[in-house]
């Protein structure tokens, strides 16, 4: 089985910090990790993508992701926030073992990035 | 590329009433999926297919509802008599198939029951 678990409902930072929105995973083979954003009356929107290689993963909007194997992490990082990233954050898996079959992508409960002037 | 559509955006009706959704996939997917999404329980896969087929419908919630894709071009999930816990927002996703296989999303469809 594989699961996510983002340990934050929100993230308050104020514009111009740095921002992180934790994220963990859980899957019996290799991971496949994605971050989706999903802004107010809208769609999820795809972020970045890890697969395999650097374990920093650059994306989208200034994003970017470090995955940490020995931590099973993916943390969504950017260094200067905007007000306009406030928005719900999905981190999400999909294990690429052999016998995974179908494997679909397994979403995390989402966290509320929240960027004060 | 249009993305993934979905229809109606917005529906309100009143309990016991028939309430479809509809879903046209990016065009070249050959998998599609059913999201709902609620304050209380986050995002739920109900359903999806792969090349038209149903492959896995455990997630949905009981017999009322009912998902089709009768091609690749066009899904719909059906809620027979609809409730007013089924309110939600209902999205639909699609995907190449080809590994690593992120899902693009339509706009999602608003359900409101009475």
């Known amino acids: 089985a594989q699961s996510v678990a983002q340990p934050e409902d929100q993230v308050n930072v104020a514009e111009g910090n740095p921002l992180t929105v934790k994220c963990t995973y859980s899957v019996s083979g290799n991971p496949y990790l994605f971050w989706y954003v999903q802004y107010p009356n809208r769609g999820l929107q795809f972020l970045l993508k890890y697969i395999t290689g650097d374990n920093l993963v650059k994306g989208s909007y200034g994003f970017e992701a470090e995955f940490n194997k020995s931590q099973t992490s993916f943390h969504l990082k950017k260094p200067s926030a905007l007000v306009s990233d406030s928005a719900l954050y999905f981190c999400a898996v999909r294990d690429m073992s052999r016998n995974s079959g179908y494997s679909t992508l397994t979403f995390g409960k989402g966290t509320m990035l929240l960027v004060s002037p | ?114």
């Open chain 2, 1 to 114: 590329d249009a993305g993934v559509i979905q229809s109606p955006r917005h529906e309100v009706t009143e309990m016991g009433q028939e309430v479809t959704l509809r879903c046209k996939p990016i065009s070249g997917h050959n998998s599609l999926f059913w999201y709902r999404q609620t304050m209380m329980r986050g995002l739920e896969l109900l359903i999806y297919f792969n090349n038209n087929v149903p492959i896995d419908d455990s997630g949905m919630p009981e017999d009322r509802f009912s998902a089709k894709m009768p091609n690749a071009s066009f899904s719909t999930l059906k809620i027979q008599p609809s409730e007013p816990r089924d309110s939600a927002v209902y999205f639909c996703a699609s995907t190449p198939g080809l590994p690593p296989g992120e899902l693009f999303f339509g706009e999602g469809s608003r359900l409101t029951v009475l």
